[in-house]
């Protein structure tokens, strides 16, 4: 009997792994792969953006949604994460949900997510992604707005450059819209 339960055990692990797997490939062809940011480094990112309670958070590519979680559970932003994986988006609602966390989760591309009422937008995303968004985050975004950009410089908007944080394996750049 206890045999059969690891067994069990065993094929639901391993359908989650090949789901999140199957995830990280199809994200890479719309965007960017599936990558978790470690806690102590979402933390480092958190703590220099120096956010204020009440601003608007918005996370591109929210993925399992522990950036934007920590953010508004932390310094008691306001919060949406967008994301275009619909079983992402679930997953990160529902844990919200359980540390009754009030926080939003959209399924929906970020090419028309309404970025006009955020304060801070962070985003791990690939150089071409970063490219693709620059005409929006400079059309849609009011002065002062922060843009955190793990891992990936947004060479685009280099003259808005407030701060660079050298780390390993991925850099975090910030600039401030003018």
Known sequence: MFSIFLIILFLICLSILATFFALSVISEF???PYVGTRSKVIGQ?????DLKKGQYFIE????DGRVIIEAVQKYKVQGL???????????SQFKANLHHIDLK??????YKTDLSKADVIFMFLMPNTLT????????????GTL???HGFRFKDLDEYSVKVTPRKPFPTYY????
């Not at 994460?81 to 997953?91: A, K, P």
């Not at 693709?132 to 002065?143: A, H």
């Not at 600039?175 to 003018?178: E, S, T």
């Open 147 to 149: 843009i955190i950009c």
């Open 132 to 143: 693709k968004l620059t005409n929006k985050i400079l059309n849609e975004c009011r002065p």
């Open 45 to 49: 990112i958190l703590a220099e953006a």
């Open 105 to 110: 989760f959209k399924y929906q591309s970020m």
């Open 30 to 32: 719309r965007g960017a």
């Open 60 to 63: 591109l590519g929210s993925g």
């Open 175 to 178: 600039y401030r819209i003018k």
């Open 81 to 91: 994460g967008v994301d275009i994986h619909f079983l992402l988006v679930i997953y």
